[in-house]
Nanobody, 124 residues
Framework: QVQLVESGGGLVQAGGSLRLSCAAS????????MGWFRQAPGKEREFVAA????????YYKDSVKGRFTISRDNAKNTVYLQMSSLKPEDTAVYYC?????????????????WGQGTQVTVSS
């Protein structure tokens, strides 16, 4: 069982930056690949970024490549999402999730555990 708690969301102007954190409970954090998803009002939940168990490989949605960076600290049981050059279209609730596969997937149904989400609002 893994419990996930996100933090770091907020209101930021376009072009600004935010860093999201996701703290995991339990001793099995390093056994899971981790992902970030987001959901805007009226839209489906979509993949944003993912990272393998060791942190050696990362994956991104095309529209965030070069702007977002996912990382993890297994000693702290925490995964991060550094977001820069934010755009209004990045506005959404951001969720972290844990995937039991070696290579993290980009579909939400491959993830076993989810956090409660943190709101990110980018003003124009």
């Amino acid at each position: 069982q893994v419990q996930l708690v996100e933090s770091g969301g907020g209101l930021v102007q376009a072009g600004g930056s935010l860093r999201l954190s996701c703290a995991a409970s339990g001793r099995t954090f390093s056994s899971y690949a981790m992902g970030w998803f987001r959901q805007a009002p009226g839209k489906e939940r979509e993949f944003v970024a993912a990272i393998t168990r060791s942190g050696g490989s990362t994956y991104y949605k095309d529209s965030v490549k070069g702007r977002f960076t996912i990382s993890r600290d297994n000693a702290k049981n925490t995964v991060y999402l550094q977001m820069s050059s934010l755009k209004p279209e990045d506005t959404a609730v951001y969720y972290c999730a844990a995937c039991p596969r070696v290579v993290p997937r980009t579909t939400w149904d491959e993830y076993d555990y989810w956090g409660q989400g943190t709101q990110v609002t980018v003003s124009s």
